[in-house]
């Protein structure tokens, strides 16, 4: 539609591309990253005292525990 002096701006016309989708991670909820961050650092804490009680015992050092948080914790930061 092509408009002239006589004709008003139509404001609302919907000329304009619509935004796009936000991209959508494997977590079920909408975070930003200071979320999945607090969430990695909740699993660190979850992964550490499940090792303490369970593995650690077998005789399994905590530095594979930490090891296996920041991967995970990195994993749901970026992908999350």
């Known amino acids: 539609m092509t408009q002239t002096d ?5 404001i609302l016309e919907d000329d304009a591309p619509p935004p796009p989708a936000p991209a959508h991670g494997f977590l079920p909820i909408e975070t930003n990253w200071f979320d999945r961050l607090f969430i990695s650092l909740v699993i660190w804490v979850a992964i550490c005292l499940v ?3 369970f593995i650690e015992p077998l005789g399994a050092d905590l ?8 991967a ?3 994993y749901i930061i970026w992908k999350g």
């Open 6 to 10: 006589d004709e008003p701006i139509d």
């Open 51 to 53: 090792w303490l009680r």
């Open 63 to 70: 530095y594979i525990a930490h090891g296996v948080s920041v």
């Open 72 to 74: 995970l914790g990195l």
